[in-house]
């Protein structure tokens, strides 16, 4: 697991996803693995998302329409995640989320679940080439351990 800590391998979160949500979604993600049992059995794709249209995000351009900004920090110009995704594929059954890197945001993780098409589409890749036309959409893999 050493290959995962470097610095290459993160991105600014808001305060409040961190805490939040995002915890929660890592939570319920080592709890999957915990009772897959399988190491070989789950796979877990995290990234960031550019998108629109969080507050901010897109602005006029006179003559050719939107531009999509992207909010940066820092000296540097490091470039801020409008979102974040997850996408978890276990035995066959998937699960995936999108969430907005804001402060603020409330709710429960079954609000943001999405199909994994939505992530490719906003992407721009395809998630697991190798598996796309061999799993199923659940409610939660948690709820079909085995």
Not at 68 to 83: D, E, M, N, Q, Y
């Amino acid at each position: 697991h050493a290959h995962t800590f470097y610095l290459s391998n993160i991105c600014s979160q808001s305060h409040d996803l961190n805490k939040g949500l995002w915890n929660d979604l890592e939570r319920y993600t080592r709890d999957v693995a915990w009772h897959t049992k399988a190491p070989d059995a789950l796979f877990v794709l995290t990234g960031p998302l550019f998108l629109g249209p969080e507050p901010g995000h897109f602005r006029k351009k006179a003559n050719q329409g939107d531009e999509l900004v992207i909010r940066r920090i820092g000296k540097a110009g490091v470039a801020l995640p409008s979102h974040f995704f997850k996408v978890l594929l276990c035995k066959g059954r998937v699960d995936a989320y999108i969430l907005a890197n804001r402060d603020g945001l409330k709710g429960s993780l079954q609000q943001f679940r999405v199909k994994v098409e939505e992530i490719e589409r906003k992407a721009g890749f395809h998630v697991f080439p190798r598996y796309s036309n061999r799993y199923q959409e659940t409610v939660s893999l948690m709820d079909s351990k085995g």
